[in-house]
């Protein structure tokens, strides 16, 4: 049974960074896709970052420039450091795994039916 467990997420200043980690056990997919997305309130599900299991990233406009994703294959950990934080960045962020991408991995892996139970980021002006 696939588990992903989120940590890291708290209340920032605009400016400041933060890094979320994912922690993921329970599959042994040859191919897959991770990543993060996140929810606002009353807002729709964004992609927000994600990488495939050949190392290739994805990002969301939103964010390129500020954010990184990366992972530890021998810690089975995800992570998504995020730098220049802004309000807008205030969301749930939710990590996740497709086992079986499609092309788009951002898309993939935001859609996908596996994901732990979000960290709450706030970012003040």
């Known amino acids: 049974q696939v588990q992903l467990v989120e940590s890291g997420g708290g209340s920032v200043q605009a400016g400041g960074s933060l890094r979320l980690s994912c922690a993921a056990s329970?599959?042994?997919?040859?191919?897959?896709?991770m990543g993060w997305f996140r929810q606002a309130p009353g807002k729709e599900r964004e992609g927000v970052a994600a990488?495939?299991?050949?190392?290739?990233?994805s990002y969301a406009d939103s964010v390129k420039g500020r954010f990184t994703i990366s992972k530890d294959n021998a810690k089975n950990t995800l992570y998504l450091q995020m730098n220049s934080l802004k309000p807008e960045d205030t969301a749930m962020y939710y990590c996740?795994?497709?086992?079986?991408?499609?092309?788009?991995?951002?898309?993939?892996?935001?859609?996908?039916?596996?994901w732990g139970q979000g960290t709450q980021v706030i970012v003040s002006s």
């Open positions: 990488i495939d299991s050949d190392g290739s990233t």
């Open positions: 996740a795994v497709d086992p079986f991408p499609g092309p788009d991995i951002l898309y993939s892996c935001s859609h996908s039916g596996y």
């Open positions: 329970g599959y042994a997919y040859s191919r897959y896709c």
